[in-house]
């Protein structure tokens, strides 16, 4: 049975740093995109940033280029999202998605219907 479950968010000043992390079981890494998903109350659910399967390929949405980064550990199961430089429009919660299809076996999507598996989301909140 596939599980997704994000974790490592909170409540952190402007300008600070999270680091998310999305463990997932029932299934192998190696054969499934990532991707990371974030959503603001009254909001659309938006992708940030997104690896493909082959871990090769790599994107990030225009307003989290530079501040965010993304990577993967094949061997713990996870992908993990550096977010620094924090400002208080990255405030929602996170949702990491996987999906296992052979399209983006080398490249990735940032849009949301592109995924089947989703874990229950993380929230991160950016605030003085």
């Known amino acids: 049975q596939l599980q997704i479950v994000e974790s490592g968010g909170g409540l952190v000043q402007p300008g600070g740093s999270l680091r998310l992390s999305c463990v997932v079981s029932?299934?192998?890494?190696?054969?499934?995109?990532i991707g990371w998903f974030r959503q603001a109350p009254g909001e659309e659910r938006e992708g940030v940033s997104c690896?493909?399967?082959?871990?090769?390929?790599?994107y990030y949405a225009e307003s989290v280029k530079g501040r965010f980064t993304s990577t993967r550990d094949s061997a713990k199961n996870t992908v993990y999202l550096q977010m620094n430089s924090l400002k208080p429009e990255d405030t929602g919660i996170y949702y990491c998605?996987?999906?296992?299809?052979?399209?983006?076996?080398?490249?990735?999507?940032?849009?949301?219907?592109?995924?089947?598996?989703w874990g229950q989301g993380t929230q991160v909140t950016v605030s003085s």
């Open positions: 029932g299934f192998t890494l190696d054969n499934y995109a």
């Open positions: 998605a996987a999906s296992a299809t052979p399209l983006m076996s080398r490249l990735c999507v940032l849009y949301p219907s592109g995924y089947d598996n």
């Open positions: 690896i493909s399967s082959n871990g090769n390929t790599i």
